[in-house]
């Protein structure tokens, strides 16, 4: 896996616990979905694809109350963590 996509949700993680503590469900959610993704995306194997509805909700949720994830940000800024989120998108099987 890429140290980028490493960085860009390390660097992500650290944004939203601007906003909410880190022993928050919010927060936790997070780093669980990202975590799940990340070894799906890295071993290419195909896991529940209700976890990427999931995530996909939860940043949706949160570029409401952060603005930095608004969606042009968000992809300007984790270009990687898109792409990630886009790659398992065409290749996980419903």
Do not use: G, R, W
Request: hydrophobic share 30%; glycine share 0%.
């Amino acid at each position: 896996m890429s140290k980028n996509l490493k960085q860009e949700i390390s660097n992500l993680l650290v944004a939203v616990e601007k906003y909410y503590a880190k022993d928050s469900i919010t927060y936790q959610n997070l780093d669980y979905y990202f975590d799940i993704c990340s070894t799906v995306f890295k071993y290419s194997y195909d896991s529940d694809k209700d976890l990427l509805i999931e995530l996909k909700k939860l940043l949706l949720k949160l570029s409401k109350e952060i603005p930095e994830l608004n969606s042009e940000q968000y992809k300007e800024n984790h270009s990687k963590i898109n792409e990630m989120i886009e790659y398992l998108d065409e290749n996980l099987t419903d």
